[in-house]
């Protein structure tokens, strides 16, 4: 490569519950730099999923991460052009690639749901990823299910 790589950027945790994970999925459902929204959102998607499960013992925050943990693939595949022909390649996923997969998925897949407000479709795909169903839950079984299958080109790994 010619040039350095750019630097990482430090992501400051969020006002409420001071996590960095909190702020980076905020930045992923944010529109137009319209942070506060975002927060608005997120926050408001916590409390629906609060009064959706009651009898859960886990607060709202830990329900989300666990969901977010559901929904994280472990393996992705890549095209790579050998001789011709183009394989799906199945690759591992470094870990800060998988945490931000896992944010889009479950973002993309609240906006794609039938709702009233964002913040109740982000509930609902919260709900669903908690319990391994859903859109974003889907989506990574059907990434597993892609490498597996092309478990065979895995000795193409970059």
Do not use: C
């Not at 730099?33 to 925050?61: C, H, R």
């Not at 997969?101 to 109740?120: E, W």
């Not at 669903?128 to 490498?147: I, V």
């Amino acid at each position: 490569m010619r040039k350095a790589k750019p630097k990482k950027r430090v992501v400051l945790p969020d006002p409420v519950f001071s996590d960095v994970r909190v702020t980076k999925f905020v930045n992923h459902l944010m529109y137009d730099g319209k942070k506060n929204t975002a927060y608005t959102i997120f926050y408001g998607a916590l409390e629906i999923v609060k009064s959706k499960m009651p009898n859960e013992e886990k607060t709202p925050l830990e329900i989300w991460k666990k969901a977010l943990e559901n929904v994280t693939p472990q393996v992705e595949v890549k095209s790579r052009r050998i001789g011709g022909a183009t394989f799906q390649v199945p690759t591992e996923i470094r870990p800060d690639r998988k945490e931000s997969i896992s944010m889009k998925n479950l973002i993309n897949y609240s906006r794609k749901r039938g709702g009233k407000t964002m913040a109740d479709k982000l509930a609902a795909e919260i709900v669903d990823a908690f319990n391994e169903q859903g859109g974003a839950f889907k989506r990574k079984e059907d990434m597993h299910k892609m490498a597996e299958a092309n478990r065979a080109f895995a000795h193409f790994r970059f």
